[in-house]
């Protein structure tokens, strides 16, 4: 239980007589079975139950998390929002009690703060890849080697999606669950290729992928021929 010291000047007839007497208040325990009840990439419920022991009136509970505060009316639950997908808080809640005095006096008086807890916002959509360019000393007459930027805003990339094709318009695609650089291989010799790069979240059984990155084009060489970067 917290204690909450009370310096009480003491009067008489004609006034303060100087002197002061302390008393000790507790507030109260911490709330109890917190836990995080649902969670999105940008949204978290935490509920939880009164304190056991409260000595006053439960007036608002306080929820930190992050660097982040707020607080809720009485009720035993909050939604945060705003957060960072794929992202993880940790988190305390505490009680503020209204007790009051013998002489009428009301104070504020915050409870224990319950153990510290952690939670982790599910992935998002996540932007698109950036500066996406060929490696001209890797290209050849059947293969060329890509490389890219991570997302500026990954929310739990995990893998990439290498999309190409010819001017015929033959679009193929290859997974690419380690980071750049990638090498593409059976291609036709001088001949002009597109290729984009899209980012990809998957959490459980959903697959999240982001926009095309901006779109590269490129020539492979013949044999007799030196490299062409359109």
Same mark, same amino acid.
């Given at each position: ?15 303060? +007589? ?15 079975? $917190? ?21 006053? =009136? ?5 929820? +930190? ?46 409870? %224990? ?30 293969? $060329?080697?890509? +490389? ?12 990439? $999606? ?5 001017? $015929?318009?033959? =679009?193929?695609? %290859? ?28 959490? +459980? ?26």
């Amino acid at each position: 239980w917290l204690c909450c010291l009370i310096y009480l000047y003491l009067c008489g007839e004609n006034g303060t +007589d100087g002197r002061t007497e302390t008393i000790h208040v507790y507030a109260g325990t911490a709330p109890q079975s $917190v836990s995080v009840a649902t969670t999105t990439a940008t949204v978290v419920v935490i509920e939880w139950a009164k304190p056991k022991y409260v000595n006053g =009136i439960v007036g608002s509970y306080r929820v +930190d998390y992050g660097n982040r505060r707020y607080i809720s009316s009485s009720t035993t639950s909050v939604r945060l929002t705003d957060l960072k997908a794929h992202t993880s808080y940790t988190y305390t809640v505490r009680a503020l009690v209204r007790h009051r005095l013998q002489n009428g006096t009301l104070l504020l008086l915050w409870g %224990k703060t319950s153990p510290r807890k952690s939670f982790t916002t599910r992935q998002a959509k996540p932007s698109h890849p950036r500066s996406l360019s060929v490696i001209k000393r890797n290209l050849t007459s059947t293969s $060329v080697t890509v +490389d890219w930027r991570a997302p500026s805003l990954p929310n739990g990339c995990n893998s990439y $999606v290498i999309y190409y094709c010819n001017k $015929v318009g033959d =679009i193929r695609r %290859k997974e690419a669950s380690a980071a750049p650089p990638y090498t593409l291989s059976n291609l036709k010799p001088f001949t002009i290729y597109t290729v984009w790069v899209q980012a990809v979240n998957e959490e +459980d059984s959903s697959r999240l992928e982001s926009k095309p990155s901006k779109l590269k084009t490129f020539r492979t060489l013949s044999d007799s021929q030196r490299l062409h970067t359109l």
